[in-house]
């Protein structure tokens, strides 16, 4: 876990994790990434305010930077994870960190540019921070950004971080160095931000038809995770039973009428998601009166228990797939 300076080595921490966020997997590069990194980073403004990506950037270039990443993590002088969405498998960007020499990680970002303002930076480096204190233990994480760069100070402000002084960075693919700020974020900060996030209770349902089919539905246009599958519900409003909630979601979301007696639970997710913790208890629906119409935008779809992993869900859906198969 240490190396000769006493500093926690990243190699020996980071056994291949794959880091799941609401809309992203985070996950090592592979040499089968080496032709989608081009696209993403052959572009001026997605690398000028970077220090270590090369302009114009190629193949060659990609292929270097798999490898590097491998020997960098193995030698535990940090790891790079590269985005990639649930909805599409796209890969959109990447986050990582170095260990400095304290021990510290400094964290480093892109996104591909067709990418901003989507709330992705934010989204994967909460995940990553998470994972830096609260299984890793480290004890702070800190980034320096360009002077410059105000897409990437906005991304530090979000997640917590403080302004922590300024220091020279080296910019060697700039052939420059420049006298950039430094912001800093403790764990004992983080971890009182982290444990303030509310607990949400959200109600299921999986509809099955007389060939045991399930009916999915897509989160809505507009909606967080908007496109993924999820089952059909939603939030349990103040005084409402998880019952009375369900009955009501279905007819406003699908146009159904099913009633309380109808509803069989079968199990339930508990997912920490980074910025609440879902409870959502999954009913099984059998019987209802109507059609189901999609009323607020979402796309349906009848599919088979074996097939409900092929679906882009959302990471609280995905244990839900396997207690379903007992049940339809
Ligand atoms: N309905 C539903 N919500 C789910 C599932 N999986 C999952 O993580 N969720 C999460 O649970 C929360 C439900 O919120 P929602 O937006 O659907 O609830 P709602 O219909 O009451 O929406 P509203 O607040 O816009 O009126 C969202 O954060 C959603 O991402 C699922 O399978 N079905």
Known sequence: MTNEAGCRQAGSVWAGHRLRTARLVLRLATAAD?????????????????????????????????????SRRHSGQGVALLLERTIDGAVIG????????????????????????????????????????????????????????LGSKQVLAKLGFAPDGCGTCAMPARGESVVSPRFALERAKWSAAHAA????????????????????????????????????????????TPEQALVRELEEELGLDVTESCLAPVGFAS????????????????????????????????????RLADLPMPPADIPLVAVLREWV
Not at 106 to 128: H, N
Not at 217 to 224: D, F, L, S, V
Not at 276 to 284: E, I, N, Q
Request: with cysteine; glycine share 10%.
């Open 34 to 70: 080496v032709e989608c990194l081009p696209p993403l980073l052959d572009d001026w403004e997605v690398v000028r305010l970077t220090a270590r990506i090369p302009h114009p950037y190629g193949s060659a270039d990609a292929a270097a930077f798999v490898a590097e990443q491998e």
């Open 94 to 149: 990447c986050v990582g960190f170095g260990l400095d020499g304290e021990g510290n990680p400094e964290l480093g970002y892109w996104i591909g540019r067709a990418y901003w303002g989507q709330g992705y930076a934010v989204e994967a480096l909460r995940r990553l921070i998470r994972h830096l204190f609260e299984t890793l233990g480290f004890a702070s994480v800190w980034a320096q950004v360009h002077p410059d760069n």
């Open 197 to 240: 996030r509310p607990h949400l209770l959200v109600v299921a349902a999986a509809l099955v038809d007389g060939d045991g089919r399930v009916l999915m539905t897509t989160r809505p246009p507009g909606k967080t995770m908007a496109g993924l599958w999820e089952f059909p519900g939603g939030k349990v409003a103040p005084g409402e």
């Open 271 to 306: 997912h920490d998601y980074d910025t609440f913790h879902l409870l959502m208890p999954l009913y099984v629906v059998r019987v209802w009166q109507g059609t189901p119409t999609p009323r607020e935008g979402q796309s349906l779809r009848w599919v088979r228990a074996a």
